[in-house]
C-alpha cells in the first residue's frame, strides 16, 4: 500500500510542508518519536521529525537540501503516494510537569520539533516558551505552522533582526536563565548550536534535552550508522534516542561524524539538479 499524499506548501524558499496518510503511525506516535519514509522502489531512506500526527495523517517539515528533499519537492504532489513510511521510530520524550518548559530551535527538523514537544508540554500543565530561530525575514514560516498557538510565551529571532529578535535563540535562552525563568529546555535544530546551548546551560544544571541527528540507515538499532558517544557509552541515536541529556553528548564526535557523507551528497544533489534542467522543470 501506498502512502498519500494529502497537502504540500511551501514555508518559505527553502523549507515546505508535506502531510501523509500513515494511520498506522498515528495511532502510536508520540513526541521526540521519527518516521522514515522511501520515496520510490530504488529510493533510499530518509528520517523525518514529526510535526503533527493526527487524524491518520503525519506533517512533516521538509527542508530543500540533497536529491531525495528536491524531488519529493519537484516530483511528488498531492495525490500521489510514498512508497513506504515507517514508525513511529526512537524513544518519546518524558512528558510531565516540569513547570517553565522552553523548546529552541534553529533549523528545520527543530521547528516541527518546537511545536510538537510544547503541544504535549502545554497540555500536561506546563508553562511553555518557544523560541523559534530563522535566518532571515524571508525564511520565517507563515503564522499557522509556527509554535505560537501551543506556547505561553513565543520569540522569533532572525539573524539580521528583520522580523522578531536579531541574534539567535543561544541569546534569548541566556536572558531567560539569568531571570530565573527555565526549569528544562529541549531544543533541535543545528548541531553546533545544541553544541553550544549544552555548554551554556551546564554551570546552572538545567536539564537540557536535545535531538542529537546523525546519518541513520535501518532507523532501528541494526546498521551502527547512527552511533554516538554518550556518557563514556556507545549509544545509536534511532534507538537510543533521538532526543538525549545534552550534557552526556560528546558533540565534537557527533559533529565529526555527522559531516562524513558531504562529497557523495554533493554529486548525488548535481546530478539530480542537472536532469532537471535537462528536463525543464526548473
Ligand atoms: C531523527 C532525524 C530527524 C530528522 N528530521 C528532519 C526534518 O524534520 N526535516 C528535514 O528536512 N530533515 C530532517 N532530518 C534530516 C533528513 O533526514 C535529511 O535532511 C535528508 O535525509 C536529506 O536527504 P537529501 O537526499 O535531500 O539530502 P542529502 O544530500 O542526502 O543530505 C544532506 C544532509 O542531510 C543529512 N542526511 C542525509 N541523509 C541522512 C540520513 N539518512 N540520516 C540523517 N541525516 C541525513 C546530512 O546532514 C546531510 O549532509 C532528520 C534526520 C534525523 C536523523
Ligand atoms: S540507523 Fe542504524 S543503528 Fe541507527
Not at 19 to 46: D, M, N, S, Y
Not at 73 to 91: A, Q, R, T
Not at 136 to 158: C, G, M, R, S
Request: hydrophobic fraction near 35%; proline fraction near 4%; charge should be neutral.
Amino acid at each position: 500500500m501506498g502512502y498519500r499524499i494529502t497537502a504540500k506548501q511551501d514555508l518559505s524558499p527553502i523549507d515546505y510542508f508535506v502531510e501523509v496518510e500513515a494511520p498506522h503511525i498515528t495511532r502510536a506516535w508520540k513526541p521526540g518519536q521519527f518516521v522514515v519514509f522511501i520515496l520510490h522502489e530504488r529510493g533510499e531512506r530518509v528520517p523525518m521529525s514529526v510535526y503533527k500526527a493526527e487524524n491518520g495523517k503525519i506533517g512533516m517539515f521538509i527542508r530543500k537540501l540533497g536529491k531525495t528533499s528536491l524531488q519529493l519537492y519537484y516530483e511528488f504532489n498531492v495525490g500521489d503516494e510514498l512508497y513506504s513510511i515507517v514508525g513511529p521510530l526512537g524513544k518519546p520524550i518524558k512528558v510531565e510537569h516540569y513547570g517553565n518548559v522552553v523548546f529552541a530551535s534553529d533549523a528545520v527538523c527543530g521547528q516541527a520539533e518546537n511545536y510538537a514537544t510544547l503541544r504535549a508540554m502545554k497540555e500536561a500543565g506546563n508553562y511553555t516558551i518557544s523560541i523559534q530561530s530563522f535566518e532571515n525575514a524571508q525564511n520565517v514560516y507563515p503564522e499557522e505552522f509556527l509554535a505560537k498557538p501551543v506556547a505561553d510565551e513565543h520569540y522569533i529571532t532572525t539573524e539580521d533582526g528583520s522580523v522578531g529578535r536579531k541574534g539567535h535563540y543561544l541569546d534569548v535562552v541566556k536572558e531567560l536563565i539569568e531571570k530565573d525563568r527555565v526549569d528544562i529546555i529541549f531544543a533541535g535544530g543545528k548541531l553546533g548550536s545544541l553544541a553550544k546551548l549544552a555548554e551554556l546551560t551546564r554551570p546552572y544544571g538545567i536539564p537540557t534535552i536535545t535531538t542529537v541527528r546523525q546519518i541513520m540507515v535501518d532507523g532501528t538499532g541494526m546498521c551502527g550508522s547512527c552511533r554516538i558517544l554518550y556518557d563514556g557509552q556507545i549509544k545509536f541515536a534511532c534507538r537510543d534516542g533521538p532526543m538525549f541529556d545534552a550534557h552526556k553528548v560528546d558533540w565534537e564526535d557527533v559533529l565529526r561524524r555527522s559531516s562524513r557523507f558531504v562529497e557523495q551528497e554533493k554529486l548525488a544533489k548535481e546530478r539530480y539538479l542537472e536532469e532537471l534542467r535537462a528536463k525543464g522543470v526548473i
